[in-house]
């Protein structure tokens, strides 16, 4: 059920996100979700892609500093509310999530949500418990 998210450390300027994405387009690696976090001087690239280790061996090679995490993926009801029954589920569980980002996926009705959690295990168990759907990593790499 994890999902591994490749994570690219990246200087501030001009170029770099374009010398990764032009690493992962020559490896014939497609992206399907990503996140930015920047400062001033440095930002963190998280990538969810199709071939999570081919990339991480394509961008390591092309000399970008880069780390494989697992993360959760989980489909809402595309709704005023949906997301918010699904969080609900992790807080009265007490697991508390660390970082979350949309996902641009191809199914009906529903919005894609990247999850990264202090206890996937419990996460994962408590959101199926309560009816959230939580895609296997196959399934998002396909996407």
Do not use: W
Request: charged share 25%.
């Amino acid at each position: 059920m994890l999902v591994k998210q490749i994570s690219v450390f990246l200087e501030n300027k001009s170029g770099r996100l374009a010398e990764v994405t032009k690493s992962l387009a020559a490896g014939g690696i497609d992206i399907s979700a990503l996140s930015i976090a920047d400062t001033k001087d440095f930002g963190i690239l998280r990538l969810i892609v199709n071939d999570p280790e081919k990339a991480e061996k394509a961008l390591k090679n092309d000399g970008f500093t880069v780390s494989c995490t697992n993360v959760i993926a989980i489909a809402v009801e595309d709704r005023p509310g949906g997301l918010s029954e699904a969080l609900k589920v992790l807080d009265d569980n007490s697991i508390g999530i660390e970082y979350m980002y949309a996902f641009v996926g191809k199914t009906s009705n529903k919005a894609l949500v990247i999850l990264k959690t202090e206890d996937s295990e419990k996460a994962i168990k408590s959101l199926e418990a309560s009816g959230i759907h939580v895609l296997p990593s196959k399934q998002v790499y396909k996407l």
